[in-house]
């Protein structure tokens, strides 16, 4: 039987229905998911057994209980893909905010491995990741609330072809990442190895013990901020990965007390960090950057991805406190359509040369 849960309203659950405010809080992975778990007797308020369109109030009490995935029988959803390429090998799609990339406890559904499912076919998606199929497709992940670039194969041979260049680095992977405070270098590297956290399974720690695994971040700055009342300004940088760790770059970032803006778990930095977040309700993190070698062709394939609205807005919010923008940071604000305060200078796209 799944275990059950708490989850207790707050001043954002005011008003809602019961099921947008449990899909909203991320409990569940969609309003229907939410409102089927209603349906099926897995969620009580205050002891009750509530109707989907019941109104929540603050200090409301909800019991709620996941069904756990059911291995082997994923089902085709039709969830939008904003699909960059395609061809009968692989796929290349910026991930939007919010989408899981497969089932686990938490999320059994509507999650990317659905949608390739509906959009593909369980016959032309890869099983690279194991027999079963809430894998089919996936050869490496972003984080739910991550957005940006990200590949799928849909057979075996790529599948296994781009899982070993990433193992051996040779897909270029960049994140736009803003950061809280001012980081005086240029370019450094976090080589910090990763395990899970001690006290907390969902959080990973940098840790130097036997279980941990190397973790290597290698990140050029590409935008400076000015301090304000209430902040310690903020950094713009552009992070590579070299390994593909669980949270690996919120939490290297953390690690270096520059957690990310946005940040909903790696902010032990202080309450600066904690408050100023720029309106945002993720982390900024945005996979912009995806370079590799087509599997079957030998192609060189490059692409690039705007950040979203919501990172777009923080940065514009920034502008005019903008103290320094790199040469590299130059070329990305062009290359990725980035406004720069408008004192500044316009900068010429040449991204193909770095």
Same mark, same amino acid.
């Given at each position: %039987?799944?275990?059950?849960?708490?989850?207790?309203?707050?001043?954002?659950?005011?008003?809602?229905r019961?099921?947008?405010?449990?899909?909203?809080a991320?409990?569940?992975?969609?309003?229907s998911?939410?409102g089927?778990?209603?349906?099926?007797?897995?969620?009580?308020?205050?002891?009750?057994?509530?109707?989907?369109?019941?109104?929540?109030?603050?200090?409301?009490? *909800?019991?709620?209980?996941? =069904?756990?995935?059911?291995?082997?029988?994923m089902?085709?959803q039709d969830?939008?893909?904003?699909?960059?390429?395609?061809?009968?090998?692989?796929?290349?799609?910026?991930?939007? *905010?919010?989408?899981?990339?497969?089932?686990?406890?938490?999320?059994?559904?509507?999650?990317?491995?659905?949608?390739?499912?509906?959009?593909?076919?369980?016959?032309?998606?890869?099983?690279v990741?194991?027999?079963?199929?809430?894998?089919?497709?996936?050869?490496?992940?972003?984080?739910?609330?991550?957005?940006?670039? %990200?590949?799928?194969?849909?057979? $075996?041979e790529?599948?296994?072809?781009? %899982?070993?260049?990433?193992?051996?680095?040779?897909?270029?992977?960049?994140?736009?990442?803003?950061?809280?405070?001012?980081?005086?270098?240029? &370019?450094?590297?976090? $080589?910090? =190895?990763?395990?899970?956290?001690?006290?907390?399974?969902?959080?990973?720690?940098?840790?130097?013990?036997?279980?941990?695994?190397d973790?290597?971040?290698?990140? &050029?700055v590409?935008?400076?901020?000015?301090?304000?009342?209430?902040?310690d300004?903020?950094?713009?940088?552009?992070?590579?990965?070299?390994?593909?760790?669980?949270?690996?770059?919120?939490?290297?970032?953390e690690?270096?007390?520059?957690?990310?803006?946005?940040?909903?778990?790696?902010?032990?930095?202080?309450?600066?960090?904690?408050?100023?977040?720029?309106?945002?309700?993720?982390?900024?993190?945005?996979?912009?950057?995806?370079?590799?070698?087509?599997?079957?062709?030998?192609?060189? %394939?490059d692409?690039?991805?705007?950040?979203?609205?919501?990172?777009?807005?923080?940065?514009?919010?920034?502008?005019?406190?903008?103290?320094?923008?790199?040469?590299?940071?130059?070329?990305?604000?062009?290359?990725l359509?980035?406004?720069?305060?408008?004192?500044?200078?316009?900068?010429?796209? &040449?991204?193909?040369?770095?």
């Amino acid at each position: %039987m799944p275990a059950q849960k708490l989850y207790v309203a707050s001043t954002n659950d005011l008003g809602k229905r019961l099921d947008v405010a449990l899909a909203d809080a991320g409990l569940y992975p969609t309003r229907s998911a939410a409102g089927k778990a209603i349906e099926d007797g897995l969620v009580l308020v205050n002891g009750q057994t509530p109707a989907k369109k019941q109104q929540l109030r603050v200090g409301d009490t *909800v019991i709620y209980q996941q =069904p756990t995935a059911q291995r082997g029988i994923m089902e085709p959803q039709d969830i939008p893909l904003d699909i960059r390429f395609e061809d009968d090998h692989l796929l290349v799609l910026s991930k939007q *905010v919010g989408l899981v990339c497969h089932p686990a406890e938490d999320h059994y559904d509507g999650t990317l491995v659905n949608a390739l499912l509906h959009h593909c076919g369980a016959d032309h998606l890869c099983s690279v990741q194991g027999e079963d199929d809430d894998r089919l497709g996936i050869v490496h992940r972003l984080d739910r609330d991550t957005s940006g670039l %990200m590949l799928a194969a849909k057979t $075996d041979e790529a599948g296994f072809a781009l %899982m070993d260049a990433i193992r051996l680095r040779n897909v270029d992977r960049h994140y736009l990442a803003l950061v809280h405070g001012n980081i005086a270098g240029e &370019t450094g590297m976090i $080589d910090a =190895p990763l395990t899970r956290h001690p006290k907390d399974r969902l959080r990973m720690a940098v840790k130097d013990v036997p279980q941990a695994r190397d973790a290597i971040t290698t990140f &050029t700055v590409l935008a400076r901020y000015a301090a304000g009342a209430k902040d310690d300004g903020f950094t713009l940088i552009d992070c590579k990965l070299f390994t593909g760790r669980t949270h690996q770059i919120r939490a290297h970032l953390e690690y270096t007390r520059h957690p990310l803006v946005g940040e909903p778990v790696y902010t032990t930095y202080g309450p600066k960090a904690r408050e100023a977040q720029l309106g945002l309700n993720r982390q900024f993190l945005h996979s912009y950057r995806l370079g590799f070698e087509h599997p079957a062709t030998g192609e060189r %394939m490059d692409f690039l991805d705007n950040p979203p609205a919501d990172l777009q807005a923080a940065l514009t919010a920034l502008a005019p406190r903008e103290t320094e923008v790199t040469p590299t940071g130059q070329e990305i604000f062009a290359a990725l359509a980035i406004a720069p305060h408008p004192t500044a200078p316009q900068y010429e796209n &040449t991204w193909q040369d770095w």
